[in-house]
């Protein structure tokens, strides 16, 4: 089961932040990251790749995107 993190009307760096939060508590997740905006959506996937992680995306449709981020 993976943990939501919902960032919908944040801006960066907050997404970014709230990710590392939940990362450094659980350095496994697998997560899955809400954004509705591009920056959020390329700060987030690239911190997560920095970190050994594995990121794929899906559209959820009305702007929002869901980033799945987990280890392989």
Known sequence: MSTTIDTRGLSCPQPVLMFLTAAKADEHGPFSVL???????????????NRGFAVSTTEEGEGITRIDIRKD
């Open 35 to 49: 954004v509705d905006n591009d920056a959020s959506l390329e700060n987030v996937s690239r911190a997560a790749r």
